[in-house]
């Protein structure tokens, strides 16, 4: 498997989703990912890998 590094892009996209989801714990996975791809303007492919991303953040 190669290790692709993420873009600026969607790094920021990540930490927003994590501190969104922090703010409001009721929101769920797919519509932070939808907001988040508004937001930072992201591919399919860069949702794809956020909600994953999201997947494997533990959960506080």
Not at 21 to 44: C, I, Q, T, Y
Request: hydrophobic letters at 40%; aromatic letters at 4%; zero cysteines.
């Amino acid at each position: 498997m190669t290790v692709v590094p993420l873009s600026d892009r969607m790094k920021k996209a990540l930490s927003w989703a994590v501190e969104e989801k922090k703010d409001h714990p009721a929101k769920g996975r797919l519509a932070l990912v939808d907001e988040a791809g508004m937001r930072f303007n992201l591919s399919p492919a860069e949702s794809d890998t956020l909600a994953r991303l999201l997947a494997d953040t533990p959960r506080t």
